[in-house]
Nanobody, 116 residues
């Protein structure tokens, strides 16, 4: 059974940067579409960034130019580099495959808090 574990969240001031990591128990980034999602209490879980096995990317309009999704298949890891963070970016961030997201299967996520 493949597991995904997010890490790298924390508290940062507006304008700062963080890099989130998502480590898989097995190498799935090379064959699966991977994505980062975020959610705040009372709100829906929204897609932030998507990376296909072929290398194509897609980003939510709110993070374009600031966030970058990437992967290191040798390390079974997907990353989300977040620059110029804003208070509106505060949320719990989740990584997932496209299939598991469609099935509403999620991990614990990692908290990102951006102060003014």
């Amino acid at each position: 059974q493949v597991r995904l574990v997010e890490s790298g969240g924390g508290l940062v001031q507006a304008g700062g940067s963080l890099r989130l990591s998502c480590v898989a128990s097995r190498n799935i980034g090379g064959i699966e579409t991977m994505g980062w999602y975020r959610q705040t209490p009372g709100n829906q879980r929204d897609m932030v960034a998507v990376l296909t096995a072929a290398g194509s990317t897609n980003y939510a309009d709110s993070v374009k130019g600031r966030f970058t999704i990437s992967r290191d298949n040798a390390k079974n890891t997907v990353y989300l580099q977040m620059n110029n963070l804003k208070p509106e970016d505060t949320a719990v961030y989740y990584c997932n495959t496209r299939l598991w997201a469609a099935l509403d299967r999620w991990g614990q996520g990692t908290q990102v808090t951006v102060s003014s």
